[in-house]
Structures are given as C-alpha cells and as structure tokens.
C-alpha cells in the first residue's frame, strides 16, 4: 500500500505535458490586441542579443512564440515538425530576457541545444513569476537540466545536458547539485529541472529499512538517490526540486502512519465471588482469553493482515486468585477489563445441586488401599509438575495464594472392610478423580496357563562274562599248580580248610548263570553269566494355573522325604543318638507372569523347575539322590496354541571291561578271559505351555473351561463324587446323566458410587436394594444370553435364597436329557 501511494505522488511531480487543443487551434492564432513580442522576428524583443530564429521568422505577419500581456506571457510554439520554430537556446535566451537571469551554455550542449526545437500544440498563457518553472519543465522534457553555480547576486545557471556521457560517467550532476534546508524545501517544488539535495528526519521510522524499500522507485542512479544519515533517524535526499518534494511528503506521511501511540496504562479491580469456586472461575476465564487470543490471530493471519503496533503493545490480563476470600484481583486493559468481569459473573452462578465435599466410592476390580497410594502419588507428582509450570510462564501467585492446590483440594482414603475410597474435594476435583479411578478399576483379564512336561527315558544293560579256574592238588613232596580269573560272578571257597580254595560258589543274580562241575579238584572250573536288561517310561505332567494379566502365580506340587542326623551321646558303649534334621524336596514349582499385548499376544516369564528323587537310600541319615531340571525364559506366545518353549536330550553310554591282559583281546577265544558290561542311558524332556486369554466380561470362557474339566473329573471319580465339591453339577442321581452344557449366570456386584441419600440407611434396607438391583441385572443379563446361545437361564428367585444373601453364581437348568 506504501510503495502504491509512494507511486502515486511520484507520477503528480513529474511535468505535466503541454494541454491538448483541438483541431482547429493553429499557429497562425491572432495574438490579442494588447500584447507585446517578447520574441519578434525571432530575436528577443528590445534586446539586441537575441539570436536570429531563421528566415522563416522574418516573413510579414507571423504571431511571435512569446508575447507579454500584462502578467502573463502569451506562447505560441511551432506545431509541426516542417514549421521552423524556436530552438532551444532561442528559449534559453528568451528565458533570460524574461527573468533577467543568467544562463552559461558549455560547449558539448550547444550543438543540442540549437538543434533542438521547442514545439507545443496550442497557445499557451503562463504568469510571468512562473515562467522560469514552465522554463524548466520544457528543459527537463529535452533532457536538460539547470545547475546553479554560485550564490546570489554572482549566481549563474548552467545548462546541463542529461544525456551527454560526460555527466553520467562522472558523476558531474550530482557534484553540482545545491543543498536545500529542509525548512525551505516547498520553494522547489515547481523546479523540475533544478538538481537540490536535502535532509528529512523521520523520528517514527527505520529509515534503513524504509531506504531499502524504496530503493526500487530510484530509476535514475545518476540524478537520484537516498541514503541513511549515519545512525541518525534522517534520510539524505537529492534529485531534482519537484521529485525531491513530493519525495519528502510522502516520507512523511509514512513516518506519521508509523507513530505507536502509548498503550494505555493497565487497570486493576477486585472481583468478589458468591457462588463459584475463584480457582475454578479463574481457570476457566484463563482459558477462555487466551483462546480468544489465538483465534483472533488466526483470522488476522487468514485475512492476511499483519501484525499492527497497537496489537502487539497489548498485554494479556492476569487474574490472582485470593482464597481467603473466594475473590478475584483482575489486571487488564480498560478496553478488556469490562468483558472479563461480565464472564466472571456469568460464571459465578448459582447451581441448584449443592456442591458435595465428601464421598464414597466402592471398587469393583482392584483393592482400596493399592489404588488410594496410587492415586496420591499421582497428585502429588502432578502438583510438583504444576507448579513448575506456572514458575517457568511468570504465572506463579503471591502471597495467600502461591503455590499449587491440587493436594489440598483432594484427599483419598482408603476404607479396606467394604473396600472403598472416601474422597473428598470440590466437584470439578472429584470429577477428575473419579474419571482417574474408573480407568483405573477394571478388570483385568485373565491368562491361564497350561504347562506339560514330557519325560521320555530308556536304559538299556548288557553283562557277558566267563570265569575259569583248575586246581592240581599234590601229594607229600609232590608239586601241584592252579589257576582262576574272578570278574564278581562268584566267591570262592575252601572246602577242606588246607589254604587251598577248591569250590567256586556262584552269587545267583538276574541273567542266565551256567557253568561246568568237576568232582576232583575244582568244583566249578567254567562259570559264565549273560545278562541283558531294557527299560522304557514316559512321565507326563500338566501344572496349569490362572493368574491374572500383569501379574504373578506359583503353582507347586512337592514329595518330601525325611532324613536325620546321628550324634554321638558318648559313654563306654558309644551310644549315639537319631535326630529329625529336615525334608528333602523334589516335585515341580511352576511360576509364572503373563502381559497380553494389545494384538493379543501374550508376553509370559515362565520360571519352571522339575525333581525328582532317584531311588531309595538305605541309610535314614542321607537323603536319597535327586534330578532337577530348571527352565526360566521370557518368550511371546499366541492365545490357544500349544507352544514348546525348551527341552533337554540326554543320551549317556558307559562300557565296563574286566579282562585277563593279553588274553582278553584276543578273537573269539578273548571273551573267556573277560567279562563286558555296556550300559545306555536316554533321557528326552519336553516342556510345552499352551496360554489361554479369559477375556469374556461375564466370565463365561471361564465357566466353558470350568465345566469341561469337571466332566472329565466326573469320568475319573464319578459324578458323585465331583458333586461334593459342585452340587449343581449334572441333573438327577445318576452320574451319567450329566444334561446339556450349563453356563453359571454370573451377577456383578454393586459398584460404583453411592447415593449420598443412601448413605447411613440400615443393613437390612440395604440389603433389600442390592437384591432388588441383582434380580433386574440377572432378567436382563439371561434375555440377552438366550439371544446369544439359545439356552434357558432361569435366574434364581429370592423366595430360594432363604438366608436371604445375593448368590454370585446361579446355574439354571436346561433340557439336556432325562433323569434316570
């Protein structure tokens, strides 16, 4: 808008051109009566000076150009480019003739100037005090300009021509141009053609930034130019006198636009309240300014204005809170300060619920006294968090009402036997507490996890082995000999008691045991045992568990066995002394910790160890030997499948060879003079885990796999039996009348808040409402059952709960069979 208006001056200084006559305007027009040649026969008239016009000018009866009359001068110029006018430095002279000043013309400009013919349409009627302006516009419109050199009376004008490369080149013109005080600056403004330079202060404005916005509108460098005053507010102006004028307007017109009045001064009241809570009052009109504030610079932004002075001297209004009176110091902008105090009281109503201050309220899913320390930590966190906040954005109160309220407004305490919290805090608290606890308490799903361990083991045992032995006994003074090999197949024995052993007794034990007889000497010479012993078992076992999602359970089924210590008592007959020492254990201890991701995967910590005891012992004191197997691991399993998640193959091979050296190798015949046993040990353990998510909100999932577990109990332990510990299982007497699939009407207990109406009221009135509110929960709970799986659910009636208590689970009956 700036550089438009800037356009628009500029254009109103440059000459306006000659005005147009119509067609029937010559140059023959008859000069009036009164007037006098200035310029007769193409020389000045009364001076003797002027040049001669041409032989054209001479001929009788041609109008003179330039005739006086009066105050003002008659110009008639030539109309036609064939008609000899007057040239300009005919002009020149007439113009010195006219205002009696003087005029120098330097020798590169006067061929121009000859050559150069003044010609306008028209007749032309200009006042003598304004003729040397008229003098310059037709100078400045051929191009020339005049430079005044010298002060007054000694000053001379020379004309300088504007195209002669001399001038540009070197800069002359400017060199040449006049300082003009900025006070007589309106005395050129009709000099078009008078190069002036000039000083203008704009106190409002950056004048380098605006020199630089402006730089486009200079065309001419070599006449034209503006530059900043040092680091002063003043711009350096020079060009020609009207240009430079109009100039200077408009520098400062916008100077003026850019003056920022003062802000006015801020103003302070003091708002008492009546009804609402001030924190909660000054909250909300907080909000609400500076909403206004950001969507009125969106619609600035929009509408594409920029920011202006005015709007960013404005400051936003600051409201303190004084609790000890329930009142409102407000700072503000006179202009804003009526509407906050006209929000304000819009808030400050009356509402026709009284604001409560205590109240209780009963959780459903998660334990009173966890959830009361949760909550307390939050707010005290986020107080911490608030405060630093406001510190950090200036807002923090003085005074009364420094620092935060949250923890001072809120109190939560935890009420274990009826599991509930007792809160209180005014309402907009309360309501955000209350929003922080039902998030808080739901219920979490359930996981239950299914674990198999498979141990497949195999033992395989091999004993070959040959003894032999022979005997010589000898008579008196006679030489006998014998020989035997022993690998444990038999003991020997001395028969006649000589030191001579002549009996090989064989230990009996599993396996073929054969040998030869001999009467003489050696009652066993050949023994020989073969054995071969094969053993397989598979174990299986199933821990399972349900655990809730994000927490932790261990399941753990041990044998235990006793062992003692013996002490020595002391005496003569070393008595000694059995005590109980402890149990050794060994079973299986599973522990473990699902997370349900949110694509239904779960992320288990499986910690599972088996052991078990290998054999028996024969001494009390010392504790049979045992086998554990330990497997702790985080994996990520899907919901329902059966995944391994470890295992362990053990495969063990042991030979054990006694044999005669040199003998027991050799081929065929080395196996009687040795004995082999070759055992093979395989042990395959599998560990498997299949999760299952219980996720359904009325615990159905969790009664399907309820049911089905106790069906194939009843096939185990029979119907009877299971019936001890479930009465409603199965219909009729008979175990194998089970009827069909029967889902337990799960009934929700009361939760929530409680009705400050209710509160205090007696046990048995009480009771009477819970019992009202489960029968309609149950009818509709049923109904939409019925929709779902077709099955009948009959909610039990409060004539069959004669003691009078809600029951949780209510099985209904279907038609399924007949009793039998």
């Known amino acids: ?259 920022i009045p003062p802000p006015d001064p801020p103003v302070f009241d003091y708002v008492p309240l009546e009804f609402a809570s001030a924190d909660d009052v000054s909250d909300m009109v907080e909000q ?48 804003d300060l009526p509407a906050i105090k006209e929000l304000i009281a819009r808030l400050d109503t009356e509402v026709i619920e009284p604001e409560r201050s205590y109240n209780v309220y009963t959780l459903a899913n998660v334990g009173a006294e966890e959830l009361a320390d949760v909550l307390e930590s939050f707010l005290e966190d986020a107080a911490r968090v608030t405060d630093s906040a406001n510190r950090s954005s200036g807002s923090s109160q003085q005074g009364g009402s420094s620092g935060s309220s949250s923890t001072e407004e809120v109190v939560v305490v935890p009420e274990p036997a009826t599991n509930s919290l007792l809160i209180a805090a005014n309402k907009t608290r309360y309501a955000e507490v209350v929003q922080l606890i039902q998030d808080l308490d739901r219920r979490a799903d359930q996981v239950l996890i299914e674990t198999a361990l498979i141990e497949l083991s195999g033992n395989d045992f091999q004993d070959i082995g040959v003894e032999l032995g022979f005997a010589d006994l000898p008579g008196t003074s006679e030489t006998g000999g014998f ?131 290998l054999g028996s012992t024969t001494n009390a004191s010392i504790p049979p030997p045992r086998v554990t197997r330990r497997l702790q691991t985080t994996i990520n399993v899907p919901d329902g499948d059966t995944m391994i998640i470890g295992g362990v193959i053990t495969n063990n091979t042991t030979l054990l060879r006694q044999q005669t050296p040199w003998l027991g190798d050799l081929p065929i015949i080395g196996a009687l003079f040795r004995r082999d046993q070759e055992t093979e040990d395989r042990r395959t353990l599998y560990f498997f885990v299949t999760p299952h998510i219980l996720a359904d909100e009325d615990f159905a999932d969790l009664a399907e796999i309820s049911y089905r577990k106790k069906l194939e109990a009843s096939d185990i332990i029979g119907a009877d039996r299971l019936r001890v510990i479930d009465p409603d299982f199965g219909i009729g007497d008979d175990e194998n009348t089970l009827m069909g699939f029967e889902v337990p009407l799960y009934r929700r207990p009361p939760v929530g808040e409680v009705d400050p109406a209710d509160v205090g009221i007696d046990a048995q009135r009480r009771r009477e409402m819970l019992d009202g509110a489960s029968e309609k929960a149950a009818a509709k709970q049923a109904a939409a059952q019925d929709a779902v799986y077709g099955i009948n659910m009959v909610p039990e009636t409060p004539e069959t709960t004669a003691s009078g208590a809600t029951p949780e689970l209510v099985p209904a009956a279907t038609s399924g069979g007949d009793d039998q």
Not at 299 to 320: C, H, L, M, V, Y
């Open 483 to 613: 020989g035997i090999t022993s690998w444990g197949l038999s003991t020997l024995e001395d028969l006649d008691l000589d030191g001579i052993p002549d009996a090989r007794v064989p230990t009996f034990a599993s396996g073929i045991t054969a040998g030869i007889l001999d009467g003489d000497d050696f009652a066993l010479p050949f023994l020989v045992r073969l054995l071969q012993t094969r053993e397989n078992a598979n174990v299986l076992s199933v821990p399972s568990i349900l655990v809730n999602n994000n927490d932790s359970a261990t399941v753990s089924t041990l044998d235990e066995r006793p062992f003692t210590q013996i002490t020595a008592t002391g005496g003569v007959s070393g008595q000694t002394q059995e005590n109980f020492q402890g149990y050794q254990e060994a079973g299986i201890t599973l522990t473990i910790s699902p997370s349900i991701s949110a694509s239904r995967y779960l992320r288990l910590g499986v910690e599972l160890e088996v052991s078990n005891f």
């Open 288 to 335: 609400l300014l500076e909403a206004s504030q950001e969507a009125e610079q969106v619609a600035r932004q929009a509408a594409g204005e920029t920011t202006t002075p005015q709007a960013r001297n404005q400051s936003s209004a600051k409201i303190i809170v004084d609790r000890r009176t329930n009142s409102l110091a407000v700072v503000a902008l006179p202009k």
């Open 1 to 259: 808008m700036i550089a438009t208006l800037l356009a628009s001056l500029l254009l109103s200084a440059s000459p306006a051109p000659a005005p147009a006559v119509t067609a029937a305007s010559t140059s023959a027009a008859v000069a009036p009566a009164s007037t006098t040649p200035l310029v007769q026969n193409g020389r000045g008239g009364g001076g003797g000076n002027a040049a001669a016009s041409g032989n054209s000018a001479n001929q009788e009866g041609a109008v003179p150009p330039i005739q006086a009359e009066g105050d003002f001068f008659i110009l008639n110029f030539a109309e036609k480019e064939d008609d000899e006018g007057m040239s300009l430095l005919e002009f020149i002279k007439a113009c010195e003739q006219a205002t009696g000043l003087q005029f120098i013309v330097p020798k590169e400009a006067s061929d121009e100037l000859k050559n150069e013919t003044v010609r306008m349409i028209g007749t032309k009627r200009i006042p003598k005090q304004d003729f040397y302006s008229f003098f310059q516009i037709i100078m400045f419109i051929h191009n020339f300009a005049c430079v005044e050199v010298g002060a007054p009376p000694l000053t001379v004008t020379v004309i300088q021509s504007l195209a002669s490369s001399n001038a540009r080149t070197q800069g002359s013109i400017r060199q040449k141009s006049i300082y003009v005080l900025p006070e007589e600056l309106d005395g050129y403004a009709d000099q078009p053609a008078t190069l002036i330079t000039t000083v203008v202060t704009l106190p409002h404005t950056d004048v380098r930034q605006l020199s630089n916005s402006l730089r486009s509108l200079i065309t001419d460098q070599n006449t034209l130019n503006m530059v900043p005053a040092g680091n002063s507010d003043s711009l350096i102006l020079q060009g020609f006198g009207s240009y430079i004028v109009q100039l200077a307007k408009l520098l400062f017109l916008i100077d003026q636009e850019s003056i």
